[in-house]
């Protein structure tokens, strides 16, 4: 403030008063970082990116009605349900945009940061990789074996009961054949006149 007497306005200490801004300023940032701290809490370790273990339902709802009305549960309404996030999605591809967005990932308990892979992993997984795939083949022999007996068994079931089937044909043909002989033999025709079959002696 100024101390001449003819000057009567009032004057201030700009430096004064801009130490004490800042200091304010600084006194109410900590304020608001401590504050943020308690929010925030410990900083919290997610598990690296894992690949998913189940398949994606995408086509048990498609192309079928649902009469949806106020007191129908979310999980049941139209779209795909996200029962980690208590969320509906209305189409397939927002769906699978959300179950591999960060969001989804963090309510799993995954940060979106993949584990880098070392030799020794890498070969695990071809080890894996590599059993998985002799099972498999195992038992895709197993069952092309099962099934090339079970038709082969059906073939020869099929081709005996044809045989039967003949067999029964050229009895009943032979019995149609044999009554009009007798018919014949006894009315005194002798074979109606036809020149393939066999003469009827009387």
């Known amino acids: 403030m100024s101390m001449r ?13 801009e130490k004490l801004a800042e200091d304010r300023k600084r006194a109410e940032q900590e304020l608001k970082d401590d504050v943020d701290n308690k929010k925030k809490g410990p900083p919290v370790k997610r598990e690296f990116l894992k690949i998913r273990e189940y398949k994606v339902d995408l086509d048990s709802k498609l192309g079928k009605s649902i009469v949806i009305s106020k007191n129908t549960p979310t999980s049941q309404s139209g779209g795909y349900y996200c029962n980690v996030c208590d969320c509906v999605v209305k189409d397939s591809i927002n769906f699978l945009d959300h179950i591999n967005g960060k969001k989804h990932q963090r309510n799993l308990g995954m940060s979106m940061k993949v584990e880098r892979s070392s030799l020794d992993s890498v070969k695990q997984r071809f080890e894996l990789n590599k059993k ?12 092309t074996r099962l ?6 068994e059906e073939k020869l079931r ?4 044809e045989k039967r089937k003949e067999k029964r ?6 019995d149609d054949l044999d009554v009009p002989n007798e018919l014949a033999s006894i009315m005194g025709f002798s074979g109606f006149g036809c020149s393939k079959k066999s003469k009827i002696t009387s």
């Open 147 to 152: 099934t090339e007996i079970a038709e082969e």
């Open 132 to 143: 998985k795939m002799q099972e498999k083949k195992k038992d895709y022999d197993l069952q």
């Open 169 to 174: 044909k050229t009895e009943e043909m032979k």
């Open 158 to 161: 099929e081709y005996r009961r």
């Open 5 to 17: 007497p003819d000057d009567h306005r009032r004057k201030w200490d700009r430096e004064e008063y």
